[in-house]
């Protein structure tokens, strides 16, 4: 059974970082592609930060430049630290991974992880 481990997450002030971390558990194949979602209540879910199986990397305009997605020691894990943070980037933040980098990009992965909290306060 495949699992998505996520770690990290938590409060800061604007202008501080933190990092998010996840591994995919049970999964087979390495050619896997991963990346992170958000979501805030009431509102769309944000693609934010993506890498596939040969670890070319992918943001979304909020997030360029702040944000840099990278694999571990092992193609089925990925970190992502999060620097100059921003009261909008307040969310709960999903790790998804998926064989397909459409699927994975557009919402539709087949494994997301159960979430973890970030809070940025100014």
């Known amino acids: 059974q495949v699992q998505v481990m996520e770690s990290g997450g938590g409060s800061v002030q604007a202008g501080g970082s933190l990092t998010l971390s996840c591994e995919v558990l049970g999964y087979t194949y390495n050619l896997i592609s991963m990346g992170w979602f958000r979501q805030v209540p009431g509102k769309e879910r944000e693609g934010v930060a993506f890498?596939?199986?040969?670890?070319?990397?992918m943001y979304s305009d909020s997030v360029k430049g702040r944000f840099t997605i990278s694999q571990g020691s092992v193609k089925t894990s990925q970190s992502l630290p999060m620097t100059d943070l921003k009261p909008e980037d307040t969310a709960t933040y999903y790790c998804?991974?998926?064989?397909?980098?459409?699927?994975?990009?557009?919402?539709?992965?087949?494994?997301w992880g159960q979430g973890t909290q970030v809070t940025v306060t100014s």
């Open positions: 998804v991974a998926d064989i397909s980098w459409t699927s994975l990009t557009t919402g539709y992965a087949s494994h």
């Open positions: 890498i596939d199986s040969t670890g070319s990397p």
